[in-house]
């Protein structure tokens, strides 16, 4: 299936485009069918009702509440894309994006970003950096930044855990692409001054900050999330053996509260000047219930360790004694997360190392921040490694910036990434 959601935006893109909610119903049902044919009916629709209520509706409704809310603010204007402006827009997507998420971050800078460089002819480099840096790395910090992390969140790694245990491995890798950056896109400027200026579509004009009701509803997410992982009133609901809190509950409808108020409160026009419309959440709701559907038997099969069907990749993320190989954690997880999705493959690693979340927060820390950073810095290794990198990708050729091939973005990609991350691995994950 993830081979499927990979391959077939590129080999047959029409096709897909109207049908991938098919393909994911049709795995699904490979899975389910012969599911309830050998387990019985109950059995099959107690493992759906247990993935689908702690795991994807919740994961599925912050995604919504995020998606929603950042889609209503709106930054107008235009800047001059100069060197030190470009670095400060990027610096400030990326500190975003681990508070309105990678998606929501992307939503609202990618367009000012764009019209600030409309009149360079050098401006492909600065969307490449944009999609490494606000649409990937700059997620890290918090669950609300990228969707694998939400995901260990619900498994019960802590809010902040993130943001104290990756806090050096995100600032190194920001600090050095942000250098090299501003380094490159200097050089690049400079060559410009020998040409006759290009006519600038979007002159420089203030800027201005629209939809600002919705910046208080993203406090109320932040809210309702820390809500849940402290307020522990000890209520449980059983459905069909599924133990639901009430803080999770109350947690889930309160997103889908304020993601009604912010479509409520704010304007149509503000929703208008950012494209805004449901395709892009509507493919990662229908994609997402079937990877969920399907990772059923492979979280199985972890949770059975070196007895399981996946002895094999046991023995690459394990040293001679045992104990956790810290790089094939961190290398395995990212290049996964490169080409599939990172978020089912954070909880295959996550289950792979045991899947205990006090544990892996306290003496598999280690292992656990290599996962979590593969899982959401390589995601910027190509165009479907992250969802947002390709909605970047697809408003930017819109915008008539030459955008390179899906291997054209591999070569920067490669030439950039890759080092960076070997440099982390001797840094922080030996």
């Keep these: 299936m993830l081979l499927s959601i990979a391959l077939g935006p590129i080999l047959f893109p029409h096709l897909w485009e109207h049908h991938y909610g098919k393909f994911a119903a049709f795995w699904a049902a490979l899975l389910l069918i012969p599911l309830v044919l050998s387990r019985g009916f109950d059995a099959a629709l107690g493992a759906l009702l247990h993935t689908a209520l702690l795991e994807y509706l919740p994961f599925i409704i912050l995604l919504f509440a995020l998606f929603t809310i950042a889609g209503g603010i709106l930054v107008s204007g235009n800047l001059h894309g100069s060197p030190a402006t470009n670095t400060v827009l990027l610096a400030l997507g990326t500190a975003m994006a681990s508070v309105v998420g990678t998606t929501g971050a992307s939503m609202i800078m990618i367009r000012p970003l764009l019209r600030a460089n409309d009149d360079r002819r050098h401006n492909v480099h600065v969307v490449i950096f ?6 990937n790395i700059g997620g890290s910090l918090t ?4 969707p694998p992390l939400f995901l260990g969140f619900l498994r019960g790694v802590d809010f902040f855990w993130t943001t104290t245990h990756l806090l050096p491995e995100t600032g190194f890798a920001v600090v050095v692409l942000l250098a090299l950056f501003y380094a490159l896109d200097s050089w690049l400027f400079r060559k ?3 040409y006759p200026k290009l006519k600038d579509p ?3 004009r203030a800027i201005k900050l629209w939809g600002k009701v919705n910046i208080l509803l993203l406090a109320g997410v932040i809210a309702a999330i820390l809500m849940s992982a402290n307020w522990k009133p000890g209520i449980v609901f059983d459905l069909h053996g599924v133990h639901l809190e009430l803080q999770d509950l109350a947690r889930d409808v309160i997103l889908l509260v304020l993601a009604g108020l912010s479509l ?6 503000v929703r208008a000047g950012n494209e805004f419309s449901w395709g892009p959440i509507k493919e990662v709701a229908k994609l997402f219930a079937g990877i969920f559907i399907c990772i059923i038997p492979v979280l199985a099969m972890l949770q059975a360790g070196r007895d399981g069907a996946f002895a094999p ?4 993320v394990s040293n ?4 956790a190989n810290v790089a094939a954690y961190f290398w395995l997880t990212g290049l996964l997360s490169s080409f599939l999705d990172n978020a089912p493959t954070y909880l295959v690693f996550f289950e792979l190392a045991g899947g205990d979340p006090k544990a892996l927060m306290t003496q598999g820390a280690l292992t656990l921040a290599a996962i979590s950073a593969g899982a959401v810095f390589m995601g910027a290794n190509s165009y479907i490694g992250n969802a947002p990198n390709f909605m970047v990708y697809a408003i930017a050729k819109d915008r008539k910036v030459a955008m390179p091939s899906f ?3 591999m070569l920067w990609s490669g030439a950039i990434l890759i080092p960076l991350f070997v440099v982390q691995t001797f840094l922080f994950f030996r």
């Design 130 to 135: 944009f999609i490494f840096l606000v649409s």
């Design 407 to 409: 291997f054209g973005y």
């Design 264 to 269: 409520k409160l704010t304007p149509r026009p």
């Design 320 to 323: 001679a004694d045992g104990s």
């Design 192 to 194: 410009e001054e020998g």
């Design 202 to 204: 979007t002159p420089d």
């Design 313 to 316: 990749l046991v023995g690459l």
């Design 143 to 146: 669950p609300l930044g990228d």
